[in-house]
Structures are given as structure tokens and as C-alpha cells.
């Protein structure tokens, strides 16, 4: 019996001398990592630049997703092009074995917010052009050089465990995430970590705030005709879009305040001298549930219907985007705010302060906001009451595995969103240096996934009971 006792306290103090030397030894690999991305400062800034520089539209990041997947390649990435038959997005996978942890950030750009970096009052790169007025420009570039700085020290430690980076295509129309988690991507993926460009370091967990949307395309068809020869014999499809704007305006007043719905005329017609005999009007439709944005949704199809009755025409509809509401996890975001708390916020310049401050007075940014970031947000909790706001599709893959959204400060904060002064900091020091902070982060982030099993079994135990 007594050896028995002496060989069970023998096991324990080798099993505990096991793990010291495992903790001793993450936290040498971190310190590492953060040297490794550090030394990648000027490639990460190349990278930022230049995607800044092609800034595409939605499904159009064709140079964008080139240049990209080209250096993935270079680093030995296996990639699959043209997933869920989205010609610019793309699959990179490094590694072997589990776990499978999927990184990704969107990629894509907001109309008309072209915008020369640095400069502190509306001046474009290119007249009327797309601009990364949103910062998209800054998450693929954080992302490449958090795993290629991970990667130095897994090859080297024979670390098993895949890596995947994929991009967030056409974000801004809630365009692909829903087809990625349909088509089986994210099936093999045990975590995912997401990244959205933001003015300081931040992650949350539970239900986030902000909406689930559906985005539709309805389409009149009437019969056109000359319209001063003979406008009795037409049936206009422009009436029609007119008349369903119309009927959802007398709706909206009695919509409830978490729900938001904007619309824009795809198609007016063309010329005024022909009625037309083709309109269509591109609606989202915002609320904080599934139920409530579906019935936000049909009571729509009814006034569309509507509308072509009055005016004769036929209509049809296409779902354009949709995205879930947001569900994030516990044991990622715990994980990962211990790691902010190590990495903290970047070093402001000089420069890079009164650039901040000078945008901020030219979009008259509220008065309580001075110049950037210079303390931490505590860890975001689960919303008690809902909130209204945006949406993004990285819903849908919140509620298919654990996931979390990383937001990086290489933005200034107090900006109005989709807007020119939105891309000014967005190619300057201030972006290069929030990448910097995120991807030293991140690369932590998935040292701890990667070393400690145990982390990925807490966070599917969080997922599967929330
Ligand atoms: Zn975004």
C-alpha cells in the first residue's frame, strides 16, 4: 500500500514538472513570436499598402486576392481557388493534423471612398473611385504575418495542427460566409478566428450587438413605349420600384427601433423618353433575430407584390446576402484577452496623433474622443439588452463552430464608418502599427490553441452549451 502512495506521488510530481515545463515553454514561444512578427514589420506594411492600393469592390478583388494567395503560395501554402464558385475566394491551408483552426478577415471595399492616405481633408486617389474607406485592407496582411510567424516555430518544434486563411469576399453585401459554412469549409475547422480592423484591442464573447440581415433584389418587368407617342400603352417597372419604396416607407414608421431597412435603385431605367420596362430596388433588412428579420422580409415581398399589381408588371425577387446574428466565444475571448493584456496598445507618434486629431475635427467626431486609443477596453461582456446596428456575416460561422472576432487599432476612432475619412489612416503608420499589435496577438492566440488541446475541448464544451 505504501508504495503503492509513493508511486502515485511519483506520477504527480512528474506530471506536474510536465506542465511546468510545458507553461515555461509557451511562454518562451510567445515571447519568440512576438520577435518573429516584429521582424516582419516592413512586409506586413508592403502588404497593407498594396491591397490599400487595388481597392476593389465586391466580388471584384481579383488583384486583391492574386497578389494575396501568390504569397501564400510562396510560403507554402496548398490553396483551392474559386470556393463555393466565388471567383476571388480562396482556401490556403499550411500544416497538418489537429487542431484546424480557420483565419480569416474580409477583403473588399466601399463604393465612391477613394481617399489619399495621411492627407486630413476629402481628397481622392481617384475621382468617384472604390476606396478601403472601411480598412479591410489591414486583416489579410495582419493574418499572413501572424501564421508565417507561427509557422517558423511549428515546423522548427514539429508542432502538429493545420492553418487556414481564407478571405471574408463582398463583406459589405453580406455576400459569402453563408455559402462557405453550406459548402462544408468550415466542417473539418475546430476554431475560428476572425479579424475586423477597429481603433483599439478588443474581443467579446456571447451574443454580440449589432443585427442578422437578409439583403434582396426585387425585379419589375413591364412593357415599355414611347413615352410621349404613346404612355397609354406601357406599363412601367419604374412606377413599380417607386410604388414599393413607397409602401415600405409607411411600413418603416412601424417597424420596431432594433430593426433597420436601406434600399438603393439598382435600376431606374434608362432614358426619360422610354418608359421603362425593367426596375429593380436592392433592399437589407435588419433585426436582432432570425424571426423577426424573416417576418421584416415577407411583410417586404407583400409590398413588392403589392406594387406590381398596381402597376401591372410581373416581379421577381433574388436573395443577395444574409448573415445570422452574432455569437462569440467564451473560452477564445478569455484566452486571447490575456494575451491583450501582454501585447497592449501600439506606440502613438507624434504624427500619428495629429493626423487622428485632425480628421476627427473634420468629420466633427464627438467632442469626448481625443486623437487614438491609449488605454485597453476591458473584455467584452454578452450583451444584456439587445442593440442595434450593423451585421456581418461571420454570424453564420459563429453558430457553426467556436469563433471570435479580434478587433486591431489601425483606425481612428470616432469616424462615421463607410466613409472617405474612413481610409485616411488606412495606408499610414498608425494602420502598419495596429496590424503590428494584431498579428502578435493573434499569433499568441494560436500558440495557446495549438499547445493546449485541453482549450479547444473548453471552448466546444462553451459552444455546444450556449
Ligand atoms: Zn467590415
Known sequence: MKKLHLYLIAILIVASVA??????????????????VLAKSKMAQVIVDKVFSFSELGFQEIETSKYLTEILKNNGFEIEYGISGVPTAWWAKWGSGKPVIAIGNDIDCIPKASQKPGVAYHDPIVQGAPGHGEGHNSGTPLNIVAVLADKEIMARENIQGTLVIWPGVAEEQLGTKAYYTRD????EVDLCIFMHVSNNLGVSYGPASGTGMISVEYTFSGESAHSAGAPWRTKSAADAVE???????YNREHLHPLGRSHAVITDGGDQPSVVPSKASIWYYFREITYPKIMQMYERANEVAAGAALMTQTTLSSKILGSAWPRHFNKIIAETMYENILQVELPEWSDDDQNLAKAVQ??????????????????????????????SDDIGDISWKMPSVTLRYPSNIPGLQGHH???????????????????AQLEAMTLLDFLLKPKLVSQAWNYFDEE
Open 420 to 438: 472617405w475619412s474612413n481610409a485616411m489612416a488606412m495606408a499610414t503608420p498608425i494602420a502598419h502599427k495596429g496590424v503590428i499589435s494584431g
Open 184 to 187: 462544408g469549409y468550415f466542417d
Open 243 to 249: 410604388l414599393t419604396n413607397i409602401g415600405w416607407q
Open 361 to 390: 475635427k473634420k468629420v466633427n467626431a464627438p467632442s469626448e474622443i481625443d486623437g487614438l486609443a491609449v488605454a485597453l477596453y476591458p473584455i467584452g461582456l454578452p450583451i444584456t439588452e439587445p442593440k442595434s446596428g450593423g
Open 19 to 36: 506542465a511546468q515545463k510545458k507553461n515555461s515553454s509557451i511562454k518562451a514561444f510567445k515571447k519568440e513570436v512576438r520577435e518573429n
